[in-house]
T-cell receptor
Framework: GAGVSQSPRYKVAKRGQDVALRCDPI?????LFWYQQALGQGPEFLTY????????KSGLPSDRFFAERPEGSVSTLKIQRTQQEDSAVYLC??????????????FGSGTQLSVL | RKEVEQDPGPFNVPEGATVAFNCTYS??????FFWYRQDCRKEPKLLMS???SGNEDGRFTAQLNRASQYISLLIRDSKLSDSATYLC????????????FGTGTRLTVIP
């Protein structure tokens, strides 16, 4: 389909392991966002890209979290030395316009990360 | 204090009922407001924007009260398919222009 695609759908990691989560936004979408959604909570902002530029990473919870979008399309969220508190659904969203005020974000189905 | 506060519910209502959710926000300079819907184990999807004058989309009505800093969503004639979590979203345009999501209000419509 033409929607936002995320992989893997599920990831189980041992504590201390590094993980990489992939997001394929809708083709041509300028803006890309990563959110973290813990069980029973709303999505929490992690970081924002406009094309390949990471304009806002204020939501990344620690320096173990790193995101990139080197060619302005596919993005990867990397978590180093995973901890149990990192367990959550990681949602990627894209939008055709720049800026973070767009009302219509197109979300992927998310990657559910479980750290044991 | 969280940027956006919502009653998590759950709200259990019979089919055909009218139900309303409120959401309060802390930043008085916020300019944009939305309601998203999230089904169980699915991604959030935009339901509707919220305008100062209020807006309606079929059985759904959204209202904004800037003085009291809250937004509301009214669902009339509830259907079973309305069962979902409804997320309030506020855009903070004074800083990094983030979209802030509430925790969501869970609605179950009962036959």
């Amino acid at each position: 389909g033409a929607g936002v695609s995320q992989s893997p759908r599920y990831k189980v990691a041992k504590r201390g392991q590094d993980v990489a989560l992939r997001c394929d936004p809708i083709s041509g979408h300028v803006s890309l966002f990563w959110y973290q959604q813990a069980l029973g909570q709303g999505p929490e902002f992690l970081t924002y890209f406009q094309n390949e530029a990471q304009l806002d990473k204020s939501g990344l919870p620690s320096d173990r979290f790193f995101a990139e979008r080197p060619e302005g399309s596919v993005s990867t969220l990397k978590i180093q030395r995973t901890q149990q508190e990192d367990s959550a659904v990681y949602l990627c969203a894209s939008s055709p316009r720049p800026g973070q005020t767009n009302e219509k974000l197109f979300f992927g189905s998310g990657t559910q990360l479980s750290v044991l | 204090r969280k940027e956006v506060e919502q009653d998590p519910g759950p709200f259990n209502v019979p089919e055909g009922a009218t139900v309303a959710f409120n959401c309060t926000y802390s930043n008085s300079a916020s300019q944009s407001f939305f309601w998203y819907r999230q089904d169980c184990r699915k991604e959030p999807k935009l339901l509707m924007s919220v305008y100062s004058s209020g807006n309606e989309d079929g059985r759904f009505t959204a209202q904004l009260n800037r003085a009291s800093q809250y937004i509301s969503l009214l669902i009339r004639d509830s259907k079973l398919s309305d069962s979902a979590t409804y997320l309030c979203v506020v855009v903070d345009q004074t800083g990094a222009n983030n979209l802030f999501f509430g925790t969501g209000t869970r609605l179950t419509v009962i036959p």
